[in-house]
């Protein structure tokens, strides 16, 4: 079973910066795509940003030019870059991974359990 672990959420200013780690372990499976998605109080789960193996990326419109996905591929971690932060960002954060389907490998997503992000006025 994989388990993905967020760390660095926290409190922070308008303007500022913060930068997530989320590391996947627990087994051998390989992880293609990974990614962010985030929950405000009273509002659905949207996408962050995604990046796959190769390091192709995507990002919600809301936070392009601000944030910036990366990972290192050989350790199944994944990070979220976080600048220019405004208060609308405020969300719990969730890690995600997709597991390479194969022989005997069904494709399955698992997800993280969160990090608070806040950011202040």
């Known amino acids: 079973q994989v388990q993905l672990v967020e760390s660095g959420g926290g409190l922070v200013q308008a303007g500022g910066s913060l930068r997530l780690s989320c590391a996947a372990s627990?087994?051998?499976?390989?992880?293609?795509?990974m990614g962010w998605y985030r929950q405000a109080p009273g509002k659905q789960r949207e996408l962050v940003a995604t990046?796959?193996?190769?390091?192709?990326?995507t990002y919600a419109d809301s936070v392009k030019g601000r944030f910036t996905i990366s990972r290192d591929s050989a350790k199944n971690t994944v990070y979220l870059q976080m600048n220019s932060l405004k208060p609308e960002d405020t969300a719990v954060y969730y890690c995600?991974?997709?597991?390479?389907?194969?022989?005997?490998?069904?494709?399955?997503?698992?997800w993280g359990e969160g990090t608070q992000v806040t950011v202040s006025s």
């Open positions: 995600s991974a997709d597991r390479r389907p194969g022989i005997g490998i069904s494709p399955r997503t698992y």
């Open positions: 627990g087994s051998d499976f390989i992880i293609n795509d």
């Open positions: 990046i796959t193996r190769r390091g192709s990326t």
